[in-house]
């Protein structure tokens, strides 16, 4: 079996200065958390879908102590389930998959659901605590109201853990000195991965109307707006949730918003 | 076997050029930088004299990261209200192979690293050597650092860490150090479009302005200087240390002070503040240099205070480089003889002696001392600046009055002996060679 930490290669920076790139705090947690799990003989694998120079993420990583780094080799721009699926064809045998919740680059912290789902194993995402015991762990889950979810991890599981969780060890000076040379995989990740992006910022799509009726501009105006005029279309009703879901949807049919 | 033949600590410009020359006589190299990339922890004022790179880098230019090539050198004197600036433009300057340029340090830094790499050296980022290392008779031979499992061996090591050597201190190289050798340098960066800097400074494409100021810092001793980026302009003052401490002044209000003279202010009106940066200067060149060798190790750049900083010139990477590279192929040759003592390692200061490295220190040794006098800072300014506001001044119907007489009364004005000015213009004279 073994142990996986996913990282994710971000260039903050709109010139792309790899200089200033890096994995998050929850990144860095993750793979503190990977090569803490580990059991004895187990291997630990670190895996960025990214472009070459994330490679440098991996050396730091196989320099903290990962037996193994591979890069998929990826479009960036490809989606969370995109990257899951690429990430899912690499890490077989894997008992416990650990990511960040959250990347560089404000990431919805969905890739690690999807990665559950193309493996087939459990999850336990938006972790705040992680607690490592030899057969099973504990681990605390943020919830909405400030609520807590305290759950048991024992079979096979994607994990993604906050920045706060864990403080990545300092790699040794021997390990950083190695990893220069070490060997990084590379596997070269499905080619048409980009999902249809929408560069442009969001607008709510165009509703088309009627000309306007009325015998002056004035009241056209009036009329294409219904400035002036009572319009006291609001209206309590007290339905069960599936009535409530047909209505809403009949009365935005009915004023024109839906298609 | 030792980790390296030779450990360079600090990947500055003396740490590079060091790792270059000593990788490329076919040494192991080790090149240890405490900064997340080389050149993020380091700042200056901002033109870089790469003459020297010739010998390292053939066509340096090509591949530098270059902001703009210097096409104009300017001296500014500056009184409360008024300026004098002398004034030398070469357009030829800007072409190959150039002269002087502005670049930014975390990218000529991190470029003069790549370099190291590709000769052979092997570069190590975040990682802070904290000491040396000493066989049993001695000898340095390696270096701890702050890393686990963090000590290094190696058969020498080259200290370019920079002023205020730790190494070059524990390794017993400097007497005692006295705060007035050195100067606090403090910077801003402001941002302006780039046909703004252009129409302001006279300059078109990649070309770019060096201009150095006496006077206009607040009465404490120093100087300033503005520099000409792409879209940035880099403006600051090098204070003296004891009398920054003595007047209580803040460097941000002597900086605030220096943008709103009158001669300075429509150059950087509008421009928006990007950085404040500051790093000490070992200020007092030749009289404050250490012993540049002992058994095990040579030191190269600033941490050996081999920093030109005497007025009209402010050159500390050309400097660091030249030293660097001497160290590198000194090192190199000495591991190959096998002998490492401080006595094998003399032909670095014989190197050093023999090219402009200390020969310009040598010759300008009393020009620090005399820019930073009190009266080089105080009165001169003030004195030459209203000579020359009256050898302008038209007075009509008073005729123009002699320039004899017009010194003779500013000198007087200003509270400047004859005596002093004559043996002060002496020692200019002879210091500036
Ligand atoms: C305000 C100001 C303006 C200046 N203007 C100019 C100018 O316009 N032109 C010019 O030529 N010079 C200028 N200088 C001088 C110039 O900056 C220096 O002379 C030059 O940087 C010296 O290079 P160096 O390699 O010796 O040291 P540095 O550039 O200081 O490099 C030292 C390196 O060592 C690293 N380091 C230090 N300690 C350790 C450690 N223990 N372990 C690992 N790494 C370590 C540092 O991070 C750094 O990268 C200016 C200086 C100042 C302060």
Redesign the interface.
Known sequence: MTVVACLKWVTPRADDDDRFAGISAADQSALEFALQSAQPGEDVVAVCAGPVGAERALRDAVACGVTRAVRIDLDPRASSSAVASAIASVVTEARLVWCGDYSLDRGTGSMPGFLAARLGIGQALGLIDVTIAHDAMTVVRRLDGARREIVRVSGPAVLSVEGSTARLRRASLRGVLAADTATIDVVTGPSSVVDTVDEKPFRPRARALAAPAGASALDRVRSLTDAGSVTARSETVVLDPPAAAARIVSTLREWGYLG | MS?ADVIVVGAGPAGSCAAIAAARAGRRV?LIERG??PG?KNMYGGVVYPRILDELVPRWWETAPIQRWVVRRSTMVLSETGALTVDYRSNAWGEPPYNGATAYR?DFD?WLSRQAVAAGA?L?TS?TVTGLLRDASGRINGVR?D??????SASMVIACDGVNSFLAKEAGLYTATDPANFTLGVKETLALPKHVIDERFGVRDDQGVDIEILGGTSGVNGGGFVYTNLDTIALGAVLKLPKLAAQKKRPEEIIATLKAHPAIAPLIEGAEVKEYSAHVIPEAGYSMMPTMVTDGMVVAGDAAALCLAAGIWLEGVNFAMASGMYAGEVAAAAVARNDVSAKSLTAYTDKLNATFVLRDHKKLRKVPGLVLSDRVQQKYPAFVTSVVERVFRVDNPQPKPGLRRIVREERKRAGIKLSQLIRDGWTGLRGFG
Do not use: A, K, N, W
Not at chain 2, 147 to 152: A, C, E, I, K, V
């Open positions: 980790d080790i997340p990339f993020s975390p991190e092997q190590v990682t650092t890393r686990p499992d963090g000590d290094l």
